[in-house]
Nanobody, 122 residues
Framework: QVQLVESGGGLVHPGGSLRLSCAASGSIFSIYAMGWYRQAPGKQRELVAD???????NYADSVKGRFTISRDNAKNTVSLQMNGLKPEDTAVYYC????????????????WGQGTQVTVSS
């Protein structure tokens, strides 16, 4: 089974920066899209940003110009650099992979990490 492990959350003041990282482990042959979602208390989970294996990126309007997503295909990792953080960015951030092809030839879909808390507060 492929698993995702996130790191890098924490408490930061408004205007500050954080970097989230996520590593996929297991018998991985290839991963198509990797991304980050977030869920604030009382709200639905929403896409923050994702990136395809070819490097095409997609961002939520609320984070464009402040957040940057990147990935290392060789290491099966994805990162989210968050600058200019605002209190409304406070949420649990989840790493997500849409589909993994394993070395055994199987497909594993819709994989989520355990989540990491990001709190932006003065």
């Amino acid at each position: 089974q492929v698993q995702l492990v996130e790191s890098g959350g924490g408490l930061v003041h408004p205007g500050g920066s954080l970097r989230l990282s996520c590593a996929a482990s297991g018998s991985i042959f290839s991963i198509y899209a990797m991304g980050w979602y977030r869920q604030a208390p009382g709200k639905q989970r929403e896409l923050v940003a994702d990136i395809t294996s070819g490097g095409r990126t997609n961002y939520a309007d609320s984070v464009k110009g402040r957040f940057t997503i990147s990935r290392d295909n060789a290491k099966n990792t994805v990162s989210l650099q968050m600058n200019g953080l605002k209190p409304e960015d406070t949420a649990v951030y989840y790493c997500h992979v849409d589909q993994v092809a394993t070395r055994a030839g199987a497909l594993q879909n819709d994989i989520w990490g355990q989540g990491t808390q990001v709190t932006v507060s003065s």
